[in-house]
């Protein structure tokens, strides 16, 4: 029979095994990102082993290995409107944000991707669409492609919504506003 000071050491040695093995991951991950010259930053997270924020042209992707689920690692994509579309969102009536809102949540796919889409626009954090990847399958090939995938469903998703609000009618400056 082990005693506690065995236990505590096995416990122990486990707990730093698995923080190396999350610091690989972040290092093998970072050295991609810097081979494709993309730029990135660390965030502190708390919840996470890592957390990695990556800055492509269209949208910001971040990477991390979340603390609860382990051997998954989540993709996701972060969609604020530009000021540009928060102007002429302002200028929208209430129930023509809301059947825009309806428009863009029944083109989002909701098959593949985790997603939550706000119906405040003005949220810094209007769209999220997430993917979650195993860790033993990670390739940079598979982490690539499903950065460029989000990415293309943000400019997709940001091209509908340019789109909608050119097509929509803006409230009379005269007229007051009634909820």
Request: contains cysteine; proline residues 2%; hydrophobic residues 35%.
């Amino acid at each position: 029979m082990r005693s506690q000071d065995q236990k505590k050491q096995v416990r122990r040695q486990k707990v730093n095994d698995d923080e190396t093995g999350h610091s690989k991951l972040k290092a093998k991950i970072e050295e991609w990102l810097e081979a494709e010259g993309i730029s990135y930053t660390n965030v502190a997270d708390f919840n996470s082993h890592f957390h990695i924020q990556v800055n492509l042209k269209n949208v910001c992707i971040h990477i991390q290995e979340s603390k609860v689920r382990r051997g998954v690692l989540v993709v996701q994509g972060v969609l604020s409107p530009s000021e540009l579309q928060l102007d002429k969102l302002e200028q929208v009536k209430p129930e023509d944000k809301r059947s825009l809102f309806l428009s863009l949540f029944a083109i989002l796919d909701k098959s593949e991707y985790l997603f939550m889409l706000q119906e405040d626009f003005s949220s810094k954090s209007w769209l999220r669409i997430h993917r979650t990847l195993y860790v033993e399958d990670l390739t940079r090939s598979s982490l690539l492609n499903e950065m460029k995938d989000l990415n293309t469903k943000f400019v997709n998703m940001n091209y509908a919504l340019n789109e909608a609000l050119g097509s929509l009618v803006p409230v009379s400056k005269d007229l007051p506003i009634y909820s």
